[in-house]
């Protein structure tokens, strides 16, 4: 059975950092591309960010470009998201979910698997 | 990269037909998916590749496009389709996933 366990989430000061995690276990991690989803209180979904399934090469929204970096360790099955210079605006639920078939993103592919999210709080 | 524009909310009688539209300037060119989000929980996808069905999905639910728009159909909704739903693409020109703006169905 796929599961994604987020963690990380908590209450950060504008302007601070933050790093979530998401531990991967039931498929072959390696083997898909994985993507960070966000979803401010009330509000839709926003993709954030997706890395290939060999962790060489990144893509991010425009709203989190040069602040957030997505990585992963596919010894250990676990994604990272590194949050820098964050805003209010960065509050919101965060999701990891899973590429349904390939380890690129591209417009074949889905995301079949979601996390139950970790909640990010940027306050003063 | 383009936007994904949907109704804001639908309502539906409970076993009539609901349909929700997707429209964005790039989706002639790429799939769409879309997922169900219910109150508190993870969104989950129901349609994918504009009108597959993941297995476990119902019937009831339907997917189609056609040139920059792409509709869901629920057919004999039922209390539990409340939700939020969904649709998403993959922008290949700017190399990034869209969200549509989402659409709350309400079932009365």
């Known amino acids: 059975e796929v599961q994604l366990v987020e963690s990380g989430g908590g209450l950060v000061q504008p302007g601070g950092s933050l790093r979530l995690s998401c531990a991967a276990s039931g498929f072959t991690f390696s083997v898909y591309a994985m993507n960070w989803v966000r979803q401010a209180p009330g509000k839709g979904l926003e993709w954030v960010s997706v890395i290939s399934g060999s962790g060489s090469y990144t893509y991010s929204a425009d709203s989190v470009k040069g602040r957030f970096t997505m990585s992963r360790d596919n010894s250990k099955n676990i994604l990272y998201l590194q949050m820098n210079s964050l805003r209010a605006e960065d509050t919101a639920v965060y999701y990891c979910?899973?590429?349904?078939?390939?380890?690129?993103?591209?417009?074949?592919?889905?995301?079949?698997?979601w996390g139950q999210g970790t909640l990010v709080t940027v306050s003063s | 990269s383009y936007d994904l524009t949907q109704p804001p909310s639908v309502s539906v009688s409970p076993g009539q037909t609901a349909t929700i539209s997707c429209s964005g300037a790039?989706?002639?060119?790429?799939?769409a998916c879309w997922y169900q989000q219910k109150p508190g929980q993870s969104p989950v996808v129901i349609i994918y590749q504009d009108s597959k069905r993941p297995s476990g999905i119902p019937e009831r639910f339907s997917g189609s496009s056609s040139g920059n728009t792409a509709t869901l159909t629920i057919s004999g909704a039922q209390a539990m389709d409340e939700a939020d739903y969904y649709c998403q693409a993959w922008d290949s020109r700017s190399a990034l996933y869209v969200f549509g703006t989402g659409t709350k169905v309400t079932v009365l």
């Open positions: 979910a899973k590429a349904s078939d390939y380890p690129d993103p591209q417009a074949l592919d889905y995301f079949d698997h």
């Open positions: 790039g989706l002639a060119e790429t799939f």
